[in-house]
């Protein structure tokens, strides 16, 4: 079903162009956290949608992609005085 039959059953007063640019307003963001060893932990995160957003998400039932996995940097070589 496309988006735009979606919406028809859903929410008839909107139109696809308009979802999708709410939609631009969810961000990819990487969150690092520092380990003991020397290395980072990424976390790539979707930001959350707004209140308004997520309830149309409710509504439609979209097939959004799952948080992507973390990964880890290697170790840093650590630089020593002679």
């Given at each position: 079903?496309?988006?735009?039959?979606?919406?028809?059953?859903?929410?008839?007063?909107?139109?696809p162009?308009?979802?999708?640019?709410?939609?631009?307003?969810?961000?990819?963001?990487?969150?690092?956290?520092?380990?003991?060893?020397?290395?980072?932990?990424?976390?790539?995160?979707?930001?959350?949608?707004?209140?308004?957003?997520?309830?149309?998400?409710d509504?439609?039932?979209?097939?959004?992609?799952?948080?992507?996995?973390?990964?880890?940097?290697a170790?840093?070589?650590?630089?020593?005085?002679?």
């Amino acid at each position: 079903m496309t988006l735009k039959n979606r919406l028809q059953i859903h929410a008839p007063g909107l139109t696809p162009a308009a979802v999708l640019e709410r939609l631009g307003t969810v961000q990819m963001i990487d969150v690092w956290i520092p380990t003991l060893d020397g290395r980072w932990l990424i976390l790539p995160r979707y930001t959350q949608p707004a209140k308004d957003l997520q309830e149309l998400l409710d509504k439609i039932h979209p097939a959004l992609p799952s948080q992507p996995a973390p990964r880890i940097t290697a170790a840093q070589a650590i630089s020593r005085s002679a």
